[in-house]
């Protein structure tokens, strides 16, 4: 039977590995080795994608979905936190007024999701799902409550580090980014496969969330910041330069 301290060996066995961007035929996850792309990537002319991209219209987004809190009678059970960021592009240019998608599981570390079976209680107070508009500085704010760790099926006890699901769409379709955010000072983070499958240690801290006591409400919320980047698809910047 695989043991964390199997998965735990693969993984260090992969730690003098470089680069920014995720494995993703990575064993240690071991999902990945069934579904990662196995043939050449097809060149697509940029503009010539936009044509079957998903497009939404800024009226589609109401302010109110930014809160995870309020989707309900009352308030969900948990830890209240702002998660707050700038989404840049690769020259530091604020991409503005493009929709930010976030979904997670409650404070128990269950999704409100069929396929979840873990026994920890379902909160019918929250949904776990949330999207706004970033401004004009490309900032976005959302409010919800700390996900919780849960189990999962990669291996026998195996648990997810605590997280956010971030979806991106950018100005363009080549800027699409599905990612995650993490939370500082998780003791699920060394032996988490999803968050080791990335080599560098640096591109790996940049997922982690930082605790932000300005940002903090008093009497009311803990703050967490988190800025990201788009630069374009993972398959065109795999080699690309580690950046600060
Ligand atoms: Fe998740």
Request: negative net charge.
């Amino acid at each position: 039977m695989t043991t964390q301290a199997d998965i735990s060996a693969e993984i260090g066995a992969r730690a003098g590995e470089r680069g920014p961007q995720p494995r993703i035929d990575y064993p240690p996850y071991r999902s990945s080795v069934l579904r990662h792309p196995v043939h050449e990537l097809s060149p697509v002319d940029p503009e010539g994608v936009e044509l079957w991209a998903p497009c939404f219209g800024h009226g589609d987004v109401e302010a109110a979905e930014a809160d995870l809190t309020i989707q309900h009678a009352c308030e969900p059970i948990g830890e209240r936190i702002v998660v707050t960021g700038r989404v840049l592009d690769g020259q530091g240019r604020p991409v503005a007024h493009q929709l930010v998608e976030v979904w997670q599981a409650n404070a128990a570390g269950r999704y409100r999701h069929l396929r979840d079976q873990h026994p920890a209680p379902l909160d019918p107070n929250f949904t776990g799902a949330g999207r706004c508009m970033t401004d004009s500085n490309g900032r976005y704010r959302f409010v919800t409550i700390k996900p919780g760790a849960y189990p999962w099926q990669n291996h026998p006890n195996a648990w997810r580090a605590q997280h956010i699901h971030f979806s991106l769409f950018g100005r363009a379709f080549t800027q699409r980014l599905v990612t995650q955010m993490y939370f500082p000072g998780d003791p699920l983070l060394p032996l988490d496969p999803i968050f080791n499958s990335i080599p560098d240690q640096k591109a790996r801290d940049r997922l982690i969330a930082r605790f932000d006591i300005d940002r903090t409400k008093p009497d009311w919320a803990l703050a967490y910041e988190f800025d990201i980047v788009l630069r374009g698809t993972p398959f065109e910047s795999a080699d690309h330069d580690d950046q600060d």
